[in-house]
């Protein structure tokens, strides 16, 4: 079995929430517990972080792994979904699980998975964990998937827990409100384990502290200790500057990030908090905070993430896709001085469309794609929708041709955005 050969078996056997959406979700950690036992619990042989939050888990997570490089540890990074391979779901000091490595798991494994019928996420899982033991991990940086609690990485014991942002995505698997989908972010505190709150919302925050106070374990508003603030975008090098204020001794610092969406000074205050609250157990100066920062990308290979991938005119991806990422999103981007802004969207088929559409300008000129994935959303259904909404354009059946088309149309002076979906910004990459 060559690799191709074994990610086509794992798409054909597995379910996948990346592909056929909340079918594929499973709602208790039974698979994950027996995999677990059958590898031998191998997250117990190495340190780990646990990072939930519906926005910015991804950056937090890629960030506080680039950190612990710089710091000299040899580091694990497991994130989800991937945009283009599957293997960026696992990777130590920023290289890619091997291709061979990938396939002798499926291969030596293959009769307890096909005994146990695991999702794709479980799956992986267990192929990450088992990866960074042999790979002699000091500390592995654990993204969670969906939700927290019922989450398949929920069967570690981190050194921290870091919840980055509540917001309304998957409300009709996490719950109906914030406070719900909070306690389920709150499920990977775990007892006497500090833990990290990116931003304090009112909606949220007593559900963290109720948490933790019945764990026993200290907590931490970030947003309470740091302030971060962003210098306008500079759409030209595709980089800001920042200023972060460590509001307890009074310090203050400067650094540099590639990662130049407005929503990242709440991620940035998440980092420093965290190392904050690893003192003694992880330690990172705050030289090394700054640098693993602005080598994010360079240490991790983080993309999609207010990429710029064409100038003249500048195109910009993102893989913000639901109501509080993509504000900030379309902030930002009418902030840019342009002649016209293109815009190339896609969704899944299961996204609530009333809640985002609403946000978007109506001078933009759209192009209305779909990804190449079973759960994208028909390209001329959401035409249809967004014209409800006073956004108008043409339907492309492919984002390929979407790009083609509005790359075609646009001066020199235009700006082109690609996102709405993280999959619309995969089939870009």
């Not at 291709?99 to 999702?119: D, G, N, Y």
């Not at 100066?285 to 207010?306: D, F, P």
């Not at 710029?308 to 893989?319: A, E, K, S």
Request: aromatic share 10%; net charge neutral.
């Amino acid at each position: 079995m060559n690799y191709k050969q074994t990610i086509d078996f794992l798409y054909s056997q597995l379910p996948a929430f990346h592909r056929i959406g909340k079918a594929a979700y499973k709602n208790d950690l039974h698979n994950s517990l027996a995999l677990d036992d059958y590898f031998g619990k191998p997250h117990s042989g190495y340190k780990s972080v646990h990072i939930a939050g519906t926005n910015g888990k991804g950056s937090v997570s890629h960030m506080i792994a680039s950190v612990l490089m710089e710091a000299g540890y040899r580091t694990g990074l497991y994130t989800s979904p991937h945009l283009k391979d599957f293997r960026e779901r696992i990777k130590v000091n920023g290289k890619l699980i091997p291709e061979r490595a990938v396939t002798q798991f499926i291969e030596r494994h293959a009769p307890v998975l096909m005994s146990l019928k695991p999702s794709f996420f479980e799956m992986t899982v267990a192929m990450a964990f088992e990866y960074f033991a042999k790979a002699g991990v000091d500390i592995a940086v654990i993204e969670t998937g969906l939700g927290g609690r019922l989450d398949s990485t929920n069967i570690i014991t981190p050194v921290v827990t870091v919840i980055t942002n509540i917001g309304h995505d998957h409300m009709d698997l996490l719950g109906d409100t914030l406070e719900k989908i909070a306690w389920e972010k709150a499920g990977i505190i775990k007892t006497r384990i500090p833990v990290v709150i990116s931003e304090t919302h009112n909606d949220s925050k007593n559900v963290f502290i109720k948490k933790a106070s019945e764990s026993g374990s200290d907590i931490y508003f970030a947003d309470h200790n740091f302030s971060v603030s962003l210098n306008e975008y500079d759409y030209l090098t595709a980089s800001r500057e920042y200023s972060v204020r460590d509001q307890i001794s009074g310090m203050s610092f400067m650094g540099k990030t590639e990662l130049a969406g407005d929503y990242q000074s709440k991620n940035i205050q998440a980092v420093f908090q965290t190392f904050r609250a690893l003192t003694g157990t992880i330690d990172c100066s705050y030289n090394e905070i700054i640098n693993g920062i602005a080598k994010v990308v360079a240490n991790t290979g983080l993309k999609g993430r207010w990429q710029v991938i064409g100038r003249n005119p500048l195109i910009i991806c993102d893989t913000g896709h639901n109501k509080e990422g993509l504000e900030y999103v379309i902030n930002q981007l009418q902030r840019i001085p342009s002649k016209q802004l293109r815009m190339i969207l896609g969704f899944v088929s299961d996204k609530d469309l009333g809640s985002v559409l609403p946000l978007f300008p109506s001078s933009a000129v759209y192009y209305f794609t779909k990804a190449s994935v079973p759960r994208a959303l028909d390209e001329r259904i959401l035409s249809e929708k967004a014209e409800n909404y006073g956004l108008r354009g043409k339907s492309y059946p492919d984002v390929k041709s979407a790009v083609a088309a509005a790359s075609k149309d646009a001066s020199e002076h235009d700006t082109i955005f690609i996102g709405g979906s993280t999959f619309v910004v995969a089939d870009a990459l």
